[in-house]
Structures are given as C-alpha cells and as structure tokens.
C-alpha cells in the first residue's frame, strides 16, 4: 500500500490535504502563495513541525516562481527575507521554519556577494533549495526511522514483538512523508517487530485519534486507540516497551518541546520504567537555546477546549488554560533522540562542525 | 446562591437532572420505576457512585408507594429483592448500589422475623428507609467536606491560598448535593482559602468539562478547566498543592478505583510532591475486597471515543480500550481517604464495629 501524501508539489503548484476535515473528508487544497500557507498553517490545516516549515518553504517557491525576477539581487534578498519572517511567526514554537528560513537567508547573501551569478540564476537557486526541502524531509525521516527501529530492537532483542505508545500525529501528516516517530513505529512494523501502538487522543486537538489514527489504519498497522487519560493504566496492563513522540523543538541540552501532554508520559514512562524516545530531524534540535526554558510555549484558543465543532462540551463562561506544548526535562527522555544522524543521548547532542 | 440540586424528591415523585443534556440544557426527567432508574444509569443521564445508589432506592421507593402491599412479608422481601439486584446491575463497579441494596434486603429480613410487624408496615418502614438515602448523603457530604478542607488547611498552615486538581465529577451533581470531592473544594472556598481549582476535561465522558466546570461556574467558585494531558504541566506551573479525587469502590487495603485517568494523576502528583487525597462516604469502602486487584472494571462503548454527539472524532475502523475506571495503589494517596467519619491513611481503615 502506498504511504499517504499529505503535500503534494509539481512545478510550482503546492496542494496540501485539508487535516481538519479529517477523518470525515479526504480533501486537498490549493496553496497559492505563503499568505495562503501562513493562514493554513495558523488555522491548522496543516500541522506538525516539519510539515509547517515544508509548505511554507514551498509556498515561498511557488509564489517566487510566478514573480519575475526583482531589478538587483538586494530586492530579490529583501523580498525573500520578508516573506520568510512573515511566515515564521504562523506557529512560534517550532524552530523548523525559523532555521529553513536563516538557511534560506543565508544562500540568498551568498548568491547576493557572488558577482558571476544574476538576479535570474540567484532566484532560480533560491527556488530549486526552497523546493528541496521536500524530498531531503522524506530521507531524514527514512533515516530517522531505521535508526530508531534498530537502537529499539537491540533494546528489546529478548523480545519477539513489542508494545509502543504515541502522542500526537509525527507520521505522513506531519512531515513531507513517512514520519518521525511514527516512522520509527512504520519500520518497527515492516520488520516484524510491532505487536501493537498505542496512538493517545491528544486533546483538545485530537490530532491523535484524527490524525495518526487515520494513518494507522490506512497501513493496517495494528493500532488502539487511548484517551489521554488511560497512558498509565495502558503501559501498566499492557506493558508497553516504548514511548516514542515528536519535537517540535530540542534545546541544546536535550529538553524538548513537544505537544501539550508529552512532559507527563514522559514523568509516566519513568514511573513504569518504560523507554522514552524522541524522534525529530536533526534541525529540529536549536543549539541556539541552552534549555527548555527558553522555548516559547503558544497558548491556543480557548474555544478547541469548549467545543467539537459546533458542539459545546464545557460548560458556558469555565475559564480554560490552553497551552499547545509542554517541556520535557532531558533526564526524562532515557531511550535517546532518534534523528537521521542517529540515536544520541541528550547529553550528546553537538552541533554539526 | 444555592447549591445546585440534581435529584428532586417528594412524596414519591423523583426527578432527576438530565446529565447527558448539560452543559447545553438544564432538563428534569421523571423516574417512575427501577427499570427507568435502570436505563438512566445506564445511558449515563444520572452518574457519580452515590448518586447512582440514591436514584436507584428513590426509584424503588417510588415505586412501593405505588404498590399495594403484597400478601406476606415474604413476598415483600422477595419482591424488594428482585428489584435491587437488577439495579446492581446496571453499573457494576461502584459498591454504592449493592451496599444499600444488602442493609435493605438486611432490614427487610428484620422486619420479617419481627411478628410484631404487619406486611402494610414493613412496607412502610422499607420506603422510608430507601427515602431517608437522599438526606443522610447530604449529610456524609457537609462532613466530608469539613473534615477535607480541615485537614487539607493543617496541611497547608503556612499558606494563604490554595491550589487544587480535581478530576471528573463529584459534586452536587454526582451525589445528594454538596458533594465529595467538590464537597471538600466548596469547604475550602467557603474558608475563603481556595485560589484556584483546576478541573479536568476527564475523557471520554468530559464529566469535568461540562459538569464539574457547570457547577463552579454556577457557585461563582475560581476554576479553570484543563484537559488530561495537561495534568503534569498545571502542576509544575501553578504548583498545585493537593490533588482530590472521588471513589467509585476502595479496597480493604485502601486501593481506590476511580474514573480512569485518576491513577495516572496520582502518579504525577507524587512525582510532583502533591498531596493525593479520595474522598468518599465510608460506605465506598468494600472491606470485602482485600486489595484494589479485585475490583471489577467496567469496558464501556468505543463510540464514547469515537464520536461527540455526532460528529465523528477517531479516524473509522480504529479500534479503541474505553476503560470505565482504574485503580489507584494505595500508597499513592498520600493525603489519605477523606469520609465522613474523618480522614484516614489508607492502612488505618477499619470495618465498622
């Protein structure tokens, strides 16, 4: 069976599937340029770290395209780095966009100072790198999920099949393709190895039983489906192996932040004495920061708490606390960050020479 | 302001507060019999262990006043027999329901051995005491809570304010009124010494979101809702001084099972150096059972995970584990186990003499 797309880009036209209409309606919509990206990405239509900094990058490339180019490769930089710090602030938690966006900045000076190429090639380059950050997404996670799957196996070589629990959507909805953490469960499955995952509700967005949910039964990988609450009772009854989640943020020491409800099964996975696993691409780690509580945490809306779509299910004028992630402590995180550079300890990490 | 009241009673009418229909309507229904007591146990319209044991003698009171009196008082006993087992049935881990159901059938046998008792007079004496249910909760409730908020305050002298957790839904609506749980959070907030209470959603039902949240909304009482995965989160931030919870059944050795998600909590709570106290009248306590692994947990419809109302919230053909309840190890209540006989740890339980 094919692996889900969830961002679908030819020559300049970006279509991302619409994921608050799932699971009711598989639907994909056009994406003109990085106003059309900033508001879904804000709305949410799409989400998930990688994803977010994929179709902005792609939008950018999209709109760059049907531009012609600027008079001077200043105005071309100028443009560019406008557009980029515009769609950075969509979601702030996630550094993705942020380092796809220096990244992107820095070509831009480097084309700007070499005088053997044009505003026409320096605008075709911006393009083409803007335009890769799809297909190097989809082999990061690739390689994110065979080492993964290996360092886990290895932990559980006694064991003929094993017991994971999830939070959250890090699969093909989340990323260009294949996943994070839910590709890390992907390769456990195409090796044999998976008895059952465990995918958590993932209030009040429901990312999980929406989300990887659909994802789980698309691949017919078996899968149940927890509330929230049942993570303890769950890895109890059934003796889970494993937690494995996303990042949408690593500070330099190993903290992570993640979505809202990731701290506790951490806290629980201890408690039990069940590994803990972060899975997330190598530039999700910012070196920049020297521990989690420099990340800035979104709160969210009141109104995803109080209702399920045009249904209210808190009671009317409750005051509501609604943060979109939570910081999970390094020492908490005992299995390892998974990325496509390996398996690291959080007191390992380094930043690339 | 009153207290809300979600069980109405008089000469034989009972009326209930529609549960199901809140926090949209505040909707009464009549019960006219058991197999009406029954099915709105069953679907959910009355919930909380007391409150479900109070419906279900109400509703078999009602229901005698109707009756003539049978020939015998054998055929009384075998007739009010008959009736409370079927009740015990419709819920089956509270102990609430079958406590009251074996002192009634108990005072039935008394009355029949008694020859000084016509049958038109044990009937008589039965109804009133399935009748007098309603007011000697209320008054376990106003102890519980004196005791609780006493306790809690010698705990936290030094403080001004307070914090606390609570999880699902204990209070008026749960029981006679006043509450368990709640009942100690209304004490604590009467003794102006509550900052603020955090409730929880408490999937899959959302008890906490639209019943809990109802009624501090209603009492004017500090509260701000949170879902379960934020738990952890809303403990290291707000530094949440106690967690309380109710009990649907505790076991001789202080076990407790609650609604799932409770043991998760007072994991967390632990972890987080938070004081963890149940609180429930004497009669949860089921010295019957020796430890909490004895406890019967009741699996409940996937479509509580799948749908709200009718919209559909898990991706079709995920399976799904809906425990009703979990169990609480008792060396997690560190506060101890509030009655209204006064607060004890749990190995200080001791069957009534």
């Not at 195409?190 to 994802?215: H, I, M, W």
């Not at 908490?332 to 690291?344: A, H, R, Y």
Request: proline content about 5%; hydrophobic content about 45%; overall charge negative.
């Amino acid at each position: 069976m094919a692996t889900l797309q969830a961002i679908k880009y030819n020559d300049g036209q970006l279509e991302i599937l619409d994921q608050l209409l799932l699971p009711e309606s598989c639907t994909f919509i056009p994406i003109f340029n990085v106003e059309d990206a900033w508001a879904a990405i804000r709305e949410m239509k799409v989400r998930g770290a990688p994803a977010i900094a994929i179709v902005g990058c792609l939008s950018l490339a999209a709109e760059l395209r049907k531009l012609a180019a600027p008079d001077t490769k200043e105005e071309l930089c100028r443009l560019v780095k406008e557009k980029l710090d515009y769609l950075v602030t969509s979601r702030p938690t996630a550094v993705n966009t942020q380092l796809a966006a220096e990244a992107c900045v820095k070509l831009c000076t480097q084309l700007t100072a070499n005088a053997s190429v044009d505003v026409a090639e320096a605008k075709d380059a911006v393009v083409k790198s803007l335009e890769a950050t799809l297909a190097d997404d989809m082999a990061d996670n690739l390689a994110i999920g065979e080492h993964g799957a290996s360092a886990i196996m290895k932990k559980t070589a006694t064991k003929d099949k094993i017991r994971i629990l999830t939070h959250c959507n890090t699969g093909s909805l989340a990323t260009a393709g294949y996943g994070t953490a839910l590709g890390v469960i992907r390769s456990l499955h195409k090796a044999s190895k998976l008895d059952q995952v465990y995918c958590t509700e993932t209030r009040p967005y429901n990312q999980g039983s929406r989300l990887t949910a659909f994802e789980l039964v698309y691949e017919k990988i078996p899968a149940t489906l927890v509330c929230d609450s049942m993570a303890a009772a769950a890895m109890k009854q059934f003796k889970i192996d494993a937690v494995i989640v996303g990042a949408d943020r690593v500070a330099a020491n190993g903290d992570t932040a993640n979505k809202i409800g990731t701290y506790q099964l951490a806290v629980l996975a201890k408690s039990h004495d069940v590994l803990f696993y972060v899975a997330a691409p190598f530039s999700s780690i910012d070196f920049q920061i020297p521990n989690g509580q420099s990340i800035p945490i979104e709160e969210r809306p009141h109104s995803e708490m109080t209702h399920t779509g045009s249904i209210r299910t808190a009671a009317a004028g409750i005051n509501c606390w609604n943060p979109g992630f939570d910081v999970t402590p390094a020492e908490l995180i005992t299995g390892g960050i998974i990325t496509e550079k390996g398996v690291f300890k959080p007191d390992q990490l380094a930043p690339p020479q």
